[in-house]
């Protein structure tokens, strides 16, 4: 449930109007009190019912009753309007439910405690199934004013208890709440309205925070960004200050005008929290990866494999972290996700679109974020626009990303965000589809070529010592034949099999996997296209514990950000 109390007004009788007359778009029906300070109030009913005007305004002569006696001491704005919304998802209420929890609201509030006679009057109206409306006048029987300091707050708390006892969909609240570093401004309902005449599936408003972070997760600096905004269709304009530093930018749908013919035009952080200019900023500045030297001819690192390896440590930080640290690879996950649709075959795009929207909302907090952090993800979304995808390199990240979401939605379960569980698992049907669609044919492909029957049952064995638990599910997967193919060319580009299953499945645990064996598959995929240790390598290694160049132990433990490389020896 959400709460949203408006600023003090001083017309009790405008708010009342509003509350039981016909809405801008006729979408109060059967507006009714369920619940008050008093049971023998006048009930004023809808706006075309007979003797309305005379009921409203007997009910607004009773509800300022107290103001008028207070006189001068009346508080300025004297009306308190509280609105209290259901989640979309919730069962409809009844009206004795709406009634404990408005009694609830305004005890917790401080507008009319429990027990106290002297309490403030109030009345809470409901004109839809989904939410009701809550008006007081702030004057007590004794004529002093309410206690009611840190109402919003308390109502918070409130709300949050009425959803577990009403079995209700729980909103994050706290530090988890969606009011953070991307929460997504809400469309009004006049927005929603004129989505609606003007025959569009999403507003305005949604249709620009989605083409606004298409064109983050694929710029590098800012004068591209704003270039790929005007590419897009969309109308640019930026502020500039007296110095000609930038100061913010907005943008407008081309056709979507107001009354007199002008663009409507929307702020970055009117789009959501971190579209805001400095919030942009500070993500292209952490997208800026160092010059490296140039990688020989044919070791050139393949960007989707580096996203995939990337996408796939987020679950260690998920866990292990700091929740900036956390976020920060979130929030390029999440940049992942928008900037797949321009690269994968048409047939994905939508579901893809639909995956980015709904992680969008299951990965909102309120963690401060470091962009920095994620520096190598970014790094390989930037270089993923000059590499086409392939079969083999798409499924890879499409694998790695529902691990993710997978964890996402764990992590949003234990802590009883419904909301946000409920959008991860959006995502992960998305995700799960475009898999689906994807994988077949590259798990074909390399299955293709399976090595010979006795080569199988000595990785079989392998397997059986590096995955114990899994094992007998890995060989019975259709996945396995993928997974024997994929050892067979890592061992014949110098890699020792045994010790890259040891190293792959070790690497990350296999709880989270649909498939165990197409996990391993697209990992060892991965770690089977470095560079194989040479001969003498792998015999200086054998002969001692220790790594000449470096001096340290090859039993080193692994970094959460970069994974060592795979073991090249059995370990005595």
Known sequence: MIANIVKPGSHTRGVLVYLFDRGNANEHTDQHIVASWDDFIPDPGPWDSPGHKQRLAQLTKALDLRVRQAGDKAPEGHVWHCSVRAAPEDRILTDAEWTTIARRMVHATGIAPEGDPDGCRWVAVRHADDHIHIVATKVRGDLRPPRNWN??????????????????TRVARGPEAAAGTAAAKRPTRAEQEKATRTGRTKTVREELRHTVRTALAHAEDLEEFFNLLADAGLQVETRTLPSGDLQGYKVALPGDTNDDGEPVFYSGS?????????????????????????PPAGRRPNPWHQAAMATERIRHHIGHSSADVAQAHLVAFGEVLYALPLHVPAHLKAELHRAAVAFEHAAHTRARVDHQHARALRGAINAMRHHPADGTGLAMLLDAAI???????????????????????????????????????????????TPPASTVRRYAQHVRDAVPAYAEQILAESGWESLAATLAAA????????ELLHHTAGQRALDDAVSPARTLTWRIQRLGNRHAPSPQTRAAQARSPHVPSTGRTTATTPTASAPPPPRTHRPR
Do not use: C, W
């Open 151 to 168: 109402d919003y707050r308390r109502a918070m708390t409130e709300l949050a208890a009425i959803e577990k006892d009403f079995g209700l």
């Open 270 to 294: 009117s789009l959501a929290t971190d579209l805001s200019l400095p919030q942009i900023q500070q993500r292209l500045a952490a997208a800026e990866v160092p010059a490296v030297k140039t």
């Open 403 to 449: 691990l993710v979401v997978t964890a996402v939605h764990r992590r949003n379960a234990l802590h009883h965000h419904d909301r946000q569980v409920a959008a991860a698992r959006q995502a992960l049907v998305h995700l799960r589809t475009a898999y689906d669609q994807t994988a077949p044919e590259a798990l074909a492909t390399v299955a293709a070529r």
């Open 491 to 498: 061992e014949a580009a110098g890699h020792d099999p045994a």
